[in-house]
């Protein structure tokens, strides 16, 4: 986990080869990179729910990929950046469309914001992940959707 903070992937056992039964697992690096600037322990709990709720995104991405859709979800995310930007972005959308839209936002600005963390991390993000006006969109048209209709009384 050289590049990432934090992966969701299927759980290589037995079970990897029956949908039904497939495990999934959340990993959260230990890579200076970023842990020598920010703490999982300080960060504030929206943060935290956002980065959980985008990987729990990849988690839904996964249940209904067949065994061969997911050797090639893996080899498309580890040979091209098109591929892995596509998935990053499917991640905050299925987040969002859970109602974890300001949670994702919160983690994206803070981290964006966040003066210690390194340029080329700041660029990953960017590069790979929802922009803010993107995301802002996303979360409005899931707002709308959702809204309670009013009952007037005639």
Do not use: C
């Not at 996964?62 to 972005?89: C, Q, V």
């Amino acid at each position: 986990m050289k590049r990432s903070t934090m992966r969701a992937q299927p759980v290589l056992n037995r079970s990897f080869f029956r949908r039904k039964t497939r495990q999934y697992r959340v990993d959260f690096s230990d890579h200076l990179d970023v842990t020598q600037h920010v703490r999982v322990q300080e960060l504030p709990k929206e943060v935290v729910v956002g980065w959980f709720a985008h990987e729990l995104g990849h988690i839904i991405d996964y249940l209904n990929r067949p065994l061969l859709g997911m050797i090639s979800f893996g080899l498309g995310y580890a040979l091209w950046s098109k591929y892995m930007r596509k998935a990053e972005r499917v991640a905050d959308t299925v987040a969002v469309s859970h109602g974890f839209g300001a949670e994702i936002g919160a983690t994206k600005q803070y981290l964006l914001e966040h003066a210690t963390l390194p340029p080329h991390y700041k660029q990953r993000l960017k590069k790979y992940y929802l922009s803010a006006d993107e995301l802002e969109g996303l979360i409005l048209a899931w707002e709308r959707e959702h809204e309670e209709v009013e009952v007037v009384e005639v």
